[in-house]
């Protein structure tokens, strides 16, 4: 069965801070993870996402890692400001048999930034 | 880049209503449109994927008469919440991936709306 965990649950920092998120995946036969960020009551917005050869990708102050071979990925977010405070989702495709593919959906890091 | 506008973005209704919610690609054309449902603090379940002129595939566990679904044109799909319940009330998101334009579609993005908010009284 397809299951994508994350941790931590949940997570409050002082801003300024630098904080990584986890991911965990049994997805399978994989084809990219990515993470979106998800502010309440939004819909998620994508961060990064990453194929089987790549380990590292950034944006911004996001950094995005994976490791293929322990099915792990990181989330490290530099310097957190206040805006950062959001769910952070890592989501997992599956490459289906007869073409397209399927999300995984983890259950997300709720991110609290305070001052 | 990419959006999706879903609307409305938070519906009040009395029970036994039924209850329309549109999702449009604003500057793309979509070959397929999921739909989610999130409970709070909990991750996004999907529902249905909806095809531009043919009928969706649902979830298991998803009824299909419940919850119908219209992919009438590449830029819009509607869900119809009917004779809404209490228990039907959460968040419901969808998104929708853009037609592929000769590169691995399984690399294309899905675009999520902004959500809407239906609490059923």
Known sequence: KNQVEQSPQSLIILEGKNCTLQC????????????????TGRGPVSLT???????????GRYTAT?????????????????SDSASYICVVSAILTGGGNKLTFG????LKVEL | GAVVSQHPSR???KSGTSVKIECRSLDFQATTMFWYRQFPKKSLMLM?????GSKA????GVEKDKFLINHASL???TLTVTSAHPEDSSFYICSARPRPTGVSNSNQPQHFGDGTRLSIL
Request: with cysteine.
């Open chain 2, 57 to 60: 595939t649902y979830e298991q």
């Open chain 2, 75 to 77: 830029t819009l799909s």
């Open chain 1, 24 to 39: 965990n995946y049994t997805v399978s036969p994989f084809s990219n993870l990515r993470w979106y960020k998800q502010d």
């Open chain 2, 48 to 52: 249905a994927t909806s095809n531009e």
């Open chain 1, 49 to 59: 996402i990453m194929t089987f050869s790549e380990n590292t990708k950034s944006n």
């Open chain 1, 66 to 82: 994976l490791d293929a071979d322990t099915k792990q990925s990181s989330l490290h977010i530099t310097a957190s400001q206040l």
């Open chain 2, 11 to 13: 519906v009040i209704c």
């Open chain 1, 107 to 110: 259950t997300g890091t709720q």
